[in-house]
């Protein structure tokens, strides 16, 4: 084959021709990779031909033939003095800064609102969007080192981690001896026999409580409280209250040291153990009070007890607190003593299966994000049917032990009250029953008012249940001057009682627990006018006779119902019959009652975390604008629809590259935060920004928040 070359071109084959152009294309390439490398060295950057390439807020790509370009994003914010930036001005290893600073509010909450003010600023050269991010959120809390590891403890008010323990272990040190605690979130029906292991130290004069269980979650709000251990007057006591009986047993102990209680109850008695020997017992006390109930670290509820401490909060370290469900024997408690390193002890402690066991070695940064027993109140049914609901105020528990293996509802005696929904007009005749359970003499369980809220303002009352000084039952009407029969006997005795109490036909009649105990056959009316039911409060101590010291019940309400007839002596003697809760609602509700507040509704566990209310608020240049709830203006108050559990990511307009805004972030409690006081809140959100297909993040951990 002979080729002939174009004119001015000498013939060649055509593979020579090919390797020629191979050749051109390969030394083009390798000036072109050349030029590049120097462009990106000076950039600083490393660039990919075909693709985007990033790094550590740096981006660099090929837009077009022959066109190269490159960017730098950085996001920084500045708290007070302090600045954190996503990036360095140099090449690093990747754009996400864990900062220092915390631009949320942090230290108490007040009853308002708190704002911490910040700017934000995009110091680069390329942004498209900038975020702020809700991330992780909790409580701190001690650790439940038990097999179930479910009753946790959540530390309120001022408390020192990881102070020096016994046995070369930790300790929590309650530092604010005057109301810092542990309370926890499991509650536990009637625990019997069983044995408490606790390390306790003490300054010298110190008196204060180990441990306790009540029927409230918090300090607060008690009705009932014993299996406790507490030190008063260089003494070291272990209470339990059986029936109503308060049975304590001490032992001198000496502060400044270390010391291993071990207290139980028992078929074998109630004993307690000190460092090792038995220090106090007694064989005829073989049970706690029945009531379901919370323990506590740190505190107890002793108001009324024999040798009660000047002060019911710990005044020195905690350790290793458990509780296990057996009466340990001496060996068992000698082991325990003999150990010499902590590990060997807590590994000894979960040998012994305890339903709960807090070793109280935490950091102040171990956070629990479920929820914890509230008391935030529910509307209280009326199981009747007409629809007359009751609102609880103040200080209400709800779902502590009540009568016939029920609930019921704990009234503080400070702030606690009901009101009812439904008007009724000159309701008579009537019966009322109602259980009831107190230790104070004093205190209304049921009246009818002409106001339906507030405690003030009243014209006309009567139809009342009260309890006078003497722990007497009174019930009382005013038709035209005071009447009221009183029984003769006290019922302020920490028992359940029944009462049922008329006006008709038949006269003023007041029974308990199914008897006929005062009455006044003459008396057949009560005074007439429009009103209310109100449980728990009163006007007794304006006029009437025989009037209680504080009109607010103390203690715990049940199955309250209103019948609008004058029950027989028949019928409300059937109603003392019924053995369970369920069964004796069924026979209320045979007898047709107007009104029916079994009192049995439960309070919904708190999320701490949605307890805290949070707004977002930008200014960027003379524009402000609401980030968290998004909308134009200034941000409203604090509100539910957004809080710290809650708000995820909160788009920011308004920021550009090279430009800057300001952000003020404000909190509020929400509205169940009361039952959260001394709670400390704490977590973690950042920034987020993107431009041209790279992230830069500020990182930071938000609080605490203490509520």
Known sequence: MITTAPPGRSAQSPNLNRGIVTSRRQSRERRRRASLAGLVATAGVVAALVAQGTTAGFTSGMTGKGTFSSGTAILADTVGATT??????????????????????????????????????????????????????????????????????IVRNTVTNASAGPLGGTALAFTQSTSAYVSTVKSYANPQTFSIAAWFKYAAGGSGTIIGFTDNSISSGQSISDRMLWVSGGKLYWGVKPAGAMDEVSATVSAGAWHLAVAEIGSSGQRLYIDGALAASTAGVTAAGAYTGYWHLGWGSETGWTNAPANAFWPGSLADVAVIPSQLSAAQITTLWGLATNSAEQTQINSLAPTAFWPLDDPSTSLYSGSVPGTGLPPFADASGNGNTGQGNGTITTGVTGPLGGTAASFDGSTAWMSTTNQYNYPHPLTITAWFKTSIASGTIIEFADIQNGLSGFTTWDRHIWVDPAGHLVWGVWPGQEEQVTSPGSYADGNWHQVAASVGPAGLLLYVDGSLVASNA?????????????????????????????????????????????????????????STATAYETAVLALNPTSFWELSDTT????????????????????????????????????????????????????????????????????????????????????????????????????????
């Not at 005074?527 to 103390?554: C, H, K, M, S």
């Not at 009361?674 to 977590?683: K, Q």
């Open 604 to 707: 919904p566990s708190v999320s701490p975390c949605g307890q805290v209310d949070l707004t977002i608020q930008t200014t960027t240049g003379a524009t402000v604008a609401c980030a968290l709830p998004a909308g134009a203006g200034a941000c409203p108050t604090p509100s539910s629809a957004a809080t710290l559990a809650s708000w995820g990511a909160a788009p920011l307009t308004g920021l550009t590259a090279g430009g800057s805004q300001t952000l003020k972030m404000t909190l509020a409690p929400g509205a169940s935060a009361v039952a959260l006081s001394g709670v400390h809140i704490s977590g973690t959100m950042s920034f987020s920004a993107t431009g041209a297909g790279f992230t830069a993040v500020l990182n930071h951990d938000y609080g605490p928040v203490t509520l």
């Open 84 to 153: 954190c930036t996503s990036s360095s001005a140099t090449v690093s290893a990747g754009n996400s800064t864990n900062c220092t600073t915390n631009p949320l509010p942090s230290g108490t909450l007040p009853a308002g609102t708190t704002s911490l003010t910040s700017t934000l600023s995009a110091p680069g050269t390329l942004m498209s969007s900038v975020k702020a991010n809700g991330l992780t959120c909790g409580v701190q809390q001690v650790r439940d080192a038990s097999s179930s590891g479910t009753d946790i403890g």
């Open 522 to 578: 003459a008396v057949t009316l009560p005074q007439n006018f429009i009103g209310y039911w109100r449980l728990g409060d009163g006007n007794e101590n304006n006029v009437w006779t025989d009037a209680p010291p504080n009109v607010l019940w103390q203690g715990s309400l049940a199955q309250v119902a209103v019948y609008p007839a004058q029950l027989t002596a028949a019928q409300i003697s059937a109603l003392t019959t019924p």
